[in-house]
């Protein structure tokens, strides 16, 4: 490897555009480290695989919260990608972006170049919707968006009855206005899932002779020399091996481990760094600090003439059958369902400027991130807080690098005024869920 000038840790969403773009002058020498493996996995590809990569620890860092107090001492479960694409290779494929009033927010609290007029320009290069350009959605970018090319009848049928319900109908919801049910576009192109590998470590990408990807590579720590990040100690195959760069080290680890890298690099909560053996480099005490967990609770319906949802009976498993078939032959059909197909944004009370609620809606009985098989048909409907008032933190559990790091959801006194505020929006969603259109039985 030549005289490196940017090292990125982390090949998942935000580290793949990264290396894409900063290897695009070819007098700038990138190396990108990714914990796991390629992304050869047919379960990534194939968009009904998520079902799989979300329960099991093969592509997936399958952290677990401690137990939280807020929530009766449950654990919650934090799935996150470790391949290429990173959780873009693992996840529900929904295409999403935060609401205007988020992004002019992040402005207003003093960072410039975040307000939505600033970041609506990248969303749109960024993109190629599927469904055209338009003041929202940009065509020839690297990141395919389309409709679902074999919608679930089940997510046409939640849609309806949200509308018979007195919710907007809504096509778009990365348009002019988010509030109202719809269906999700996705991330998929012709039938396969496109995570950000697809979409930016693309084959001529990957063959630029300035950028070096390196697989099965975890960072222990950014090299400091004094308060600079000169480079990355990484280990791959039991070694343990270093990188120098000339210009920056990008920390593209994820929300729970870049902080976790930072604190093994001596960054972070004096107090904290000392308690495990590391000599603080820059103090700093909110790394670590203000973890949003957006808290969800799942309705699960049963509901046994909805054969058409996923399930597990004969019917069912003949149908993922000739689903398999289907997709191997023309990569339509069953399989290219990313489960969440349709959803809502709703807002709890009048006086809330923008939805405070969302909705996911699932063609399959969802219990226990789907790590709890049920038995027969029926749908589940996710009920998210989008602005979550309870504040939790990522630590370090020990100095070791390849230790999970320390993760708090919802300590108690902030999960009571989540639950508080679940109140209204349950009913909502159960109003939608049993209009007579959804489910059938
Ligand atoms: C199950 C699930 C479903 C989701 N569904 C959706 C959805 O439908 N729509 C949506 O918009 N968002 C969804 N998300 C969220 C979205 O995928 C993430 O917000 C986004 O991918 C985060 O990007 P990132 O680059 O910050 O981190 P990631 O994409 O998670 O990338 C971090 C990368 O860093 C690597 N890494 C970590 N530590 C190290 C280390 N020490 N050394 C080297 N490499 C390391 C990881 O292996 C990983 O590849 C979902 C997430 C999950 C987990």
């Keep these: 490897m030549n005289q490196l000038n940017y090292i990125i840790v982390g090949g998942g969403s935000a580290g793949c555009v990264l290396a894409a773009r900063l290897s695009e002058d070819p007098a700038t020498q990138v190396a990108l480290l990714e914990a796991g493996g390629d992304d050869k996995s047919v379960l990534i590809h194939c968009p009904a695989g998520v079902a799989v990569l979300a329960q099991t620890g093969g592509h997936n860092w399958a952290f677990d919260t401690v ?47 975040w307000s939505f007029a600033d970041v609506l320009p990248a969303f749109k290069r960024a993109e190629h919707n599927e469904r055209g350009a338009d003041a929202f959605h940009g065509q020839g970018g690297p990141l395919n968006v389309m409709d679902l090319c074999d919608p679930n009848p089940l997510g046409q049928a939640f849609v309806q009855a949200g509308v018979q319900a007195g919710f907007a109908h809504n096509r778009d919801f990365n348009g002019a206005d988010q509030e109202g049910v719809g269906p999700y576009q996705v991330t998929h192109k012709g039938g396969e899932r496109f995570s950000a590998a697809k979409a930016y470590l693309t084959a001529a990408v990957r063959a630029r002779p300035n950028l070096h990807v390196v697989t099965g590579a975890q960072a222990r720590k950014v090299v400091m020399r004094g308060k600079q990040a000169v480079g990355v100690e990484y280990q791959q195959a039991g070694q343990i091996k270093q990188l120098m760069c000339s210009h920056e080290v990008l920390l593209c680890a994820g929300a729970l481990q870049s902080p976790q890298l930072l604190m093994l690099s001596g960054i972070g909560p004096r107090d904290h760094l000392l308690a495990h053996g590391i000599g603080p480099v820059v103090e700093s005490a909110g790394v670590g600090q203000q973890l949003h967990d957006h808290i969800d609770v799942v309705q699960v319906v049963r509901a046994p003439k909805a054969t058409e949802s996923f399930g597990l009976s004969v019917g069912g498993a003949w149908a993922a059958l000739k689903g398999i078939v289907r997709w191997r032959n023309e990569r339509r059909g069953l399989l290219t369902t990313n489960y969440a197909e349709a959803g809502g944004f709703i807002k709890t009370t009048a006086a809330e400027a923008t939805p405070d609620v969302q909705f996911h809606f699932v063609v399959g009985q969802l219990v226990n991130h789907g790590r709890t098989p049920v038995w027969g048909h029926g749908y589940s409907c996710h009920v998210c807080l989008l602005r979550p008032k309870s504040r939790g933190s990522v630590m370090l559990a020990t100095a070791d690098p390849l230790a999970a790091p320390l993760i708090v959801g919802q300590p108690r006194p902030h999960a009571r005024v989540g639950a508080w505020l679940f109140m209204p929006c349950v009913p909502a969603s159960a109003q939608v869920t049993r209009q007579r259109d959804v489910g059938h039985g």
């Design 67 to 113: 137990p939280q107090p807020g929530l009766n001492g449950r654990q919650g479960y934090q799935p996150r990608g470790k391949v290429l694409g990173g959780s873009s290779s693992v996840n529900a494929m929904i295409y999403m972006r935060g609401q205007a009033a988020d992004y002019d927010n992040w402005a207003a609290m003093g960072n410039p170049g």
